[in-house]
């Protein structure tokens, strides 16, 4: 072994002592076992990336030395990196339901590696109330681990709800006061400009009219049996072609209105056509339901509101992606 290698053991040796020192009281508290935690939870998240991509685990030569050590080690030196460079980074969260019906609170990571902007999930916890210290504390919880730095956080980003934007009460102010004192609150403008289109489509009575229409074809379209049916359809019109799923709008999420909009056009004959099957169904319910939607699909006013909406989403989905693009500046916006 080189001189040099073996000062290194020898110092390594020095800094951790016997085995019997090693398993002291000093070496099993708190903080050597969140470590290990922390380690562990890496190595399963990279693991886990590993896997579901197919990618192989190692390299020929996972020395020091080796410029291709395998890409289980390169993500992991890769992540470590990106984290440690990064001089500032801003705090992005939100609320979601799972599947099961959980409210869950999602956070991100947003910084700058290299000039270019790297946004990353740290991690979803479940919330078993929705007030601004259950918030807090549980936005907390999620960046803990990374042990970083809050006077490097200069941005925090929420939506408007007064839960998490009050100056004084919420969970903006809360963060601030737990030493985030940097962080300053921004409101997404994408999300403000979906608001308001949502909110001033939602008092006229067209708008209203159709998503009533649509919504009720999207539930009539989710069941096994009558979904089964309009994916056959969409098979016999458009063979070779995927077959696509009609989509449920949010109400404060224009953008979820326009893939509503676009693939009711796109397979509004296929939709016509399951429809015309089951008015024959010989369940009465079934039937009767059918023929009423499609009574209503086939009247000129849906059909020129449906046609009118297009367009219009067109038009709207322009800005709404632009105040998301990666590019967008700030004072631009």
Known sequence: MAPVETQKVWAIHQSRGTVDKQLEPNFRNEKFIDDNRKHLMTVLDISTFCAKQDIPFRGDDESDQSLNKGKFIEILELLGNEVEIAFCYAILADEVKDASKKELLAASLRYIHKGNVRERAIGFIELRDMDVGTISEKLIELLKPFELD????VGQGYDGASVMSGIHGGVQARM???GYRNATYVHCASHR?????ASTAERHPLMKSFT???DLTYSFMNGTKRHALFIDVQDERYPNVQALELARSCSTRWSSRSLEVERFLRRFD?????LSIFGNDNDADTSLAAKSLLGSLQTKKFMTILVYFGKLYDYSDFWTKAFRSRQQLFLLV
């Open 150 to 153: 809050p006077l490097k956080c």
């Open 212 to 214: 009533d229409i649509s």
């Open 193 to 197: 400009l979906n608001l308001v289109l």
């Open 176 to 178: 601030k006061g737990a």
């Open 270 to 274: 296929c939709i016509l056509d399951t």
